[in-house]
């Protein structure tokens, strides 16, 4: 499997799991499946950023997701 996709699938459990917990929050709920896609999405981030050393940065970011789009659109 592509780090790059890795990589990008971490960074959107992580940003679904914001909503999942303000939700669970507003409900007066525990948010479990909150914390277990934070867990998932920060510990494919940290083995993406961790077998490709340097090059994922703040800067590269955006360059990642829209090749990994591009790449999943086009196969």
């Given at each position: 499997m592509d780090f790059d996709l890795i990589f990008v699938?971490?960074?959107?459990?992580?940003?679904?799991s914001i909503p999942?917990?303000?939700?669970a929050y507003s409900d007066w709920r525990w948010p479990k499946t909150a914390i277990v896609m934070l867990l998932v999405g920060a510990g494919s981030i940290a083995y993406a950023m961790q077998e490709n050393p340097g090059v994922y940065t703040l800067a590269t970011v955006d360059d990642v997701i829209v090749d990994v789009v591009g790449d999943l659109v086009n196969n």
């Open positions: 699938v971490g960074i959107v459990l992580v940003a679904f999942s917990a303000i939700s």
